[in-house]
Structures are given as structure tokens and as C-alpha cells.
């Protein structure tokens, strides 16, 4: 069975570079992306019209006063939110289909109507915060998804994987003080948004559900895999949960330009099989969400890579060496995970 692709017009029209010329976060990210699956037959998945998360919905993990505020500044033509994000007229619209495309997907995975999907959607979330809207992001649409499943679907057990270069602040501190989202985050530190080190482990009844696997820049493949393989992986499998999210960032790329990790392509696919495998053990859906990727021809060929790896049959890779730097980085999360989980 091949994937679900959802996705909306309506996130093209979102753009910051009205207010702000240059900002990085152009709609030619999506439209270039869409077009090189386009070419590639949309890689024979199915293709589904995002529909609108609704308000109540989004206020699954927001505040009201944080929605309302949203499509009240949008609806007077919009301004800045902060020197990074913006929103114009047709960004809550953007927005709510965004945040609606991942509510949807999680539906139909857990509807079993197929194992794995994607959301080719913007503006990003992961950064949004349950009353902010914050880089990028005007709403955080993979917390909409876990809240959803969590709420409306009957489901007491969702993972969130957030393998963007930058942390997902918004999505950790939603679910910071919960169990029902088990949420793990391999990013850059120091960078943008300066939250994310290893001792933010949640708290309350949800202490030891977040793990923040902060890397040095400069970071390559193998420390994130070590994180992955040694961390991540094992306390998701202890978990169990009944479906998979990950906030899929391609901004951990060796040639984007708003960080400064070593990934490659091949690093995004090798990471998708390990959790493919991860869900397929586990028997559960899982869903990718857009989130950052600024280099837009490295964008389109991430996506391009990673989609056939989420739902084909190619095995793991033998992560490469550790350097003794790496070795102990690795060791410390490893560590720092053991007081809640068997890694």
C-alpha cells in the first residue's frame, strides 16, 4: 500500500516576504516541492485536499485568545508577530489547512487506510506554543494531530520524533507536563530557539516523556543516528505507542542555510527506515509533517528520497563510528534516558 500525500492550496499563499523581502520561508519552498513530486507521479500515492482544522480543534493545544488573536490580526490584513514571523491576510487560512492536513492524516492512518503519509503543507508549527505563535509558526499542526488522536480518535499513546535542526519548543511545551505524548527532539544547541537541552525532561506526571538530544553544529549522520538508535528508538518501542508523528524538518542539511549540522539526503532516508521499521514492529501508522528546509532544491530532493523509505522495504544501514566526542555525547543521553527508559 502506498502513502497518503495531504496538502492545500491555500499554504501557498502564505508569505512572509511581503512584510519581510527575503525571509527564508517563501511559498516557492512548497510550490518547487510539489512540482518535483508532480514529476515524479506524485510517486504513486494518493493525493487528498487538506481540509480546515477547525477552531476547536486548534484549541485542542492552543489558547483561545491565542487563536482568536491569530485570525483577528489576519482578518485586519495582517503585521508582524515577532522580527521572525508574520502573517498576512490569507495566513489564517493557511494556517487552519495546515493544521487540518495533519488532523486528517492521523485519522486515516489510525482508519487503517494506509500505513504512512505525509503533509506537504506550510506555515511550519512545531515552534507555536499553546498561547504564541513563534518562528515561523502561527500554529502548531503535529501537536494538533497528537491532540486530536488523543481527544477524538480514543487513543491514549502518541510519539512524536522532531528530527528538525532547530527544537521543537512549541510541541515540547504543549505536551511537557503529559504522558499521553511521548516526545523526542534531535536538534542543533546552540541555535534558534535556545530551548532544548538534555535536563528538559518534562515534569509532573510527564516527567521523562520529553528527551532533548541536543547536537554541537557540525554534526553528522552517525551522532544522529547513535542518538536515534540508542535513545530515541528504544524508549519509543518501550512506549508503545498507537501512532508515529515526526515533525520532518530538512533544515539539518549540509547546505541549508539557517544551521550548520552535516546531514545528507541519504542521513533523512536513513532515519526514516529506522522508524518505518520501528512502526511496522509496533503495527501503527506512521506520519511525516513539513516543517523546515530553506535550501528548496535540497527540500524537494529530501522529500523525494524520504517518501519511498517510509513506505518500501529497504533495511537500516550500519550506522557509521562514533568519533570519542560523539562516543560520550551519546553516552550521556543514553544515560539521562535510562532514569525512564530501558536503553
Do not use: K
Request: glycine share 10%; net charge negative; charged share 20%.
Amino acid at each position: 500500500m502506498n502513502g497518503l500525500l495531504y496538502s492545500h492550496p491555500a499554504c501557498l499563499e502564505h508569505d512572509p516576504g511581503v512584510l519581510s523581502p527575503g525571509h527564508p520561508d517563501t511559498p516557492q519552498r512548497l510550490a518547487t516541492l510539489e512540482r518535483a513530486l508532480a514529476e515524479h507521479g506524485w510517486l504513486g500515492w494518493e493525493r487528498r485536499s487538506a481540509p480546515a482544522a477547525s477552531e476547536a480543534q486548534l484549541e485542542l493545544v492552543h489558547s483561545a485568545e491565542h487563536v482568536r488573536g491569530v485570525r483577528e490580526l489576519c482578518a485586519h490584513g495582517g503585521g508582524a508577530i515577532d522580527p521572525d514571523t508574520f502573517a498576512m491576510e490569507a495566513s489564517f487560512r493557511a494556517a487552519t489547512h495546515a493544521a487540518g492536513a495533519s488532523l486528517a492524516l492521523a485519522g486515516a492512518l489510525l482508519a487503517g487506510e494506509a500505513q504512512a503519509g505525509f503533509c506537504a503543507v506550510r506555515p511550519a508549527g512545531h515552534h507555536a506554543e499553546r498561547a504564541r505563535a513563534m518562528g515561523f509558526c502561527l500554529f502548531n499542526n503535529v501537536a494538533v494531530a497528537a491532540a486530536g488522536a488523543l481527544a477524538e480518535l480514543d487513543l491514549s499513546r502518541v510519539f512524536v520524533l522532531d528530527w528538525d535542526v532547530h527544537h521543537g519548543n512549541g510541541t515540547a511545551e504543549i505536551f511537557y507536563a503529559r504522558r499521553d505524548v511521548l516526545f523526542a527532539s534531535i536538534h542543533q544547541w546552540p541555535l534558534y530557539p535556545g530551548s532544548g537541552r538534555t535536563q528538559e525532561r518534562g515534569s509532573g506526571e510527564g516527567e521523562g516523556y520529553t528527551l532533548n538530544l541536543p547536537v554541537p553544529p557540525g554534526s553528522g549522520e552517525a551522532l544522529w543516528l547513535g542518538l536515534l538508535d540508542r535513545v530515541v528508538l528504544p524508549a519509543a518501542a518501550a512506549y508503545e505507542p498507537q501512532l508515529i508523528l515526526i515533525s520532518a524538518g530538512f533544515d539539518g542539511h549540509e547546505r541549508d542555510p539557517l544551521a550548520n549540522c552535516c546531514l545528507t539526503t541519504r542521513s533523512f532516508v536513513e532515519m526514516t527506515v529506522r522508524v518505518r521499521e520501528l512502526a511496522r514492529t509496533l503495527g501503527v501508522g506512521v506520519g511525516m509533517v513539513l516543517e523546515g528546509g530553506y535550501n528548496i532544491p535540497v527540500l524537494a530532493e529530501c522529500v523525494l528520497a524520504t517518501l519511498p523509505a517510509l513506505t518500501g522495504d529497504e533495511q537500516p544501514g550500519v550506522a557509521a563510528a562514533l568519533a570519542p566526542r560523539e562516543e560520550e555525547l551519546v553516552a550521556g543521553a543514553v544515560a539521562q534516558a535510562r532514569n525512564s527508559w530501558p536503553v
